[in-house]
């Protein structure tokens, strides 16, 4: 089955830890992207990366960080940095015609 | 975890009813839409797109509407279904392509039995 797979779905941090959302997607497509989603809000771009071994920040880079060392992966850092960290984070990869999909989402709360 | 879709404007129809949800696009040079659907919980989901060369565009059971002249954008759900209860938003790009993608805050839809 071809997609975007996110996990974990919930995922807890505290105060002062880095946790890492991964994103997978097996589309073969060159571009991927991070958003997060929050109520009442469009959605908000933190990094894309557009190839692979190559990222850049979105408008919300603030306090994440990327990697995207494989063309099917492209794990999301929340890092101490990030304030205001829970939220719902969504992987997104845009496709021929450049229709953009999406993973099902990561639930991020801190405790 | 259903936290994403408070504050929403929302619409509630009858089931059976046909349901219209409107969308106003910012950028003018944005030629290219998409609508998605996105239950509680989940990802957002691909409903039907629309090029600015076009002004309507029928799926299954619905309709995209493009009104370039006041930049408005509306789905059109016909025949509406307990399943189709979840928030709608749109987003906006260009056919060229481009990392900027626009996306509305969304409307949430509620079907009544």
């Known amino acids: 089955d071809g997609g975007i797979t996110q996990s974990p779905k919930y995922l807890f941090r505290k105060e002062g830890q880095n946790v890492t959302l991964s994103c997978e997607q097996n589309l073969n497509h060159d571009a991927m992207y991070w958003y997060r989603q929050d109520p009442g809000q469009g959605l908000r771009l933190i990094y894309y990366s557009q190839i692979v071994n190559d990222f850049q920040k979105g408008d919300i880079a603030e306090g994440y960080s990327v990697s995207r060392e494989k063309k099917e992966s492209f794990p999301l850092t929340v890092t101490s940095a990030q304030k205001n960290p829970t939220a719902f984070y969504l992987c997104a990869s845009p496709g021929p015609g450049n229709t953009i999909y999406f993973g099902e989402g990561s639930w991020l709360t801190v405790v | 975890g259903e936290s994403v879709g408070l504050h929403l404007p929302t619409l509630s129809v009858q089931e059976g009813d046909n349901s219209i949800i409107n969308c106003a696009y910012s950028?003018?040079?944005?030629?290219?839409f998409i609508w998605y659907k996105q239950e509680s919980g989940k990802g957002p989901q691909f409903i039907i797109d629309i090029r600015s060369n076009m002004d309507k565009r029928q799926g299954q059971r619905v309709t995209v509407l493009l009104n370039k002249t006041v930049k408005h954008l509306s789905l059109q759900i016909a025949a509406t279904q307990p399943g189709d209860s979840a928030v709608y938003f749109c987003?906006?790009?260009?056919?060229?392509?481009?990392?900027?993608?626009?996306f509305g805050t969304g409307t949430r839809l509620k079907v009544l039995a």
């Open positions: 950028n003018s040079a944005s030629d290219y």
């Open positions: 987003a906006e790009n260009r056919i060229s392509g481009t990392y900027k993608y626009i």
